[in-house]
């Protein structure tokens, strides 16, 4: 899908493919494009539409590039905002002094923020303001799911931490529990490292236009750009003490579960050590001799009783004083 933002009527589309844009088109956005409408604005805007692959590389030199007056840049975005199903998405922008062209493959609403934003903002008159515009919403989405996720990680904490993880009188239901509680904050994890992704991206995008285009710049402009790099510096400093608590409650998690491995192993043990004493006993005096004085006992039967009784309980005295149960 492609949209172009102040195409007064049309004209844009109208156009034959060697027509310069009109000075009043300052946006063409492509969403999840097909073939002609790359080539359509290639022709048009007399640009080259990177693939999708293009904008997936990892490569600063890929990410951020300058051809003529023209800057390249790229960089991951979240295309689905919930912690659950979370996913990068990569985009692209084309910024020239004239209009911006943007690519992208899931819908996001920073790029819907903006686009409602140039319906009525008249300030937005350029290719570049609508790129610092689109920084600055990102950004602005970018804190909004780090204080989503803050909360999130200090709900899993008052659980871990003040609830009752672990004191279900069932085994079955606190190995859920526990379960549940570990896959909550792989997710928060995996969310966490992916709003820091978009993040590094955002960043070196900023950077990387002030460094370039500095001398082209406005004031105006400048000044956002620096706005951008120090909200992204100041979220990427928050964003790592979430991950640092993040990782902190998968270890309290980890160790919760080993406590309940542990008391398992304890029950066990204590089964087994209970039985081996009534099991030797019970299998001396079961062997077939001939001679065996305690057959000819008259209170021989009880005498076996008694002992193979207090066999079991002795070791579970013992455990007991050790603290076991």
Not at 48 to 63: F, G, H, N, Q, Y
Not at 162 to 174: C, F, Q, T
Not at 205 to 226: G, K
Request: charged letters at 25%; glycine letters at 8%; aromatic letters at 10%.
């Amino acid at each position: 899908m492609l949209k172009i933002y102040r195409d007064i009527d049309g004209a844009v589309r109208a156009g034959a493919a060697d027509d310069s844009l009109p000075g009043h088109v300052i946006w063409m956005d492509l969403l999840d494009p097909d073939e002609e409408e790359i080539a359509f604005v290639e022709r048009r805007a007399r640009v080259r539409v990177p693939t999708r692959d293009a904008l997936s590389e990892i490569e600063v030199s890929s990410r951020l590039s300058k051809e003529g007056d023209r800057l390249y840049l790229s960089a991951p975005v979240v295309g689905h905002a919930t912690t659950e199903h979370a996913e990068l998405s990569p985009a692209g922008f084309i910024v020239g002094p004239d209009f911006l062209v943007t690519i992208r493959f899931d819908d996001l609403p920073a790029f819907d923020a903006v686009a409602e934003r140039i319906k009525h903002d008249e300030t937005l008159a350029s290719g570049m303001g609508v790129f610092v515009a689109l920084l600055e919403a990102i950004v602005d989405r970018g804190a909004d799911v780090l204080e989503h996720l803050a909360a999130a990680v200090d709900q899993v904490s008052r659980t871990v931490f003040k609830g009752n993880l672990k004191g279900s009188a069932s085994p079955r239901s606190a190995n859920f529990t526990l379960r549940r509680a570990l896959s909550k904050v792989g997710a928060l994890g995996d969310r966490s490292s992916k709003a820091r992704d978009v993040l590094l991206g955002i960043g070196r995008m900023a950077s990387f236009t002030l460094d370039v285009c500095h001398e082209m710049l406005s004031d105006e402009f400048r000044d956002q750009l620096h706005a951008v790099t120090k909200d992204v510096s100041s979220l990427s400093d928050y964003e790592t003490h979430l991950s640092d608590k993040t990782q902190f409650l998968l270890d309290a998690v980890l160790g919760f579960i080993t406590i309940e491995q542990n008391d398992i192993f304890k029950v066990l043990t204590i089964a087994s050590v209970v039985g081996v004493p009534p099991t030797l006993l019970a299998g001396i005096w079961g062997m077939n001799f001939k001679f065996m004085p305690e057959l000819g006992w008259e209170w021989g039967y009880p005498f076996a009783w008694t002992a193979i009784i207090l066999s079991a309980i002795a070791p579970l005295v013992w455990f007991w004083r050790r603290g076991w149960f």
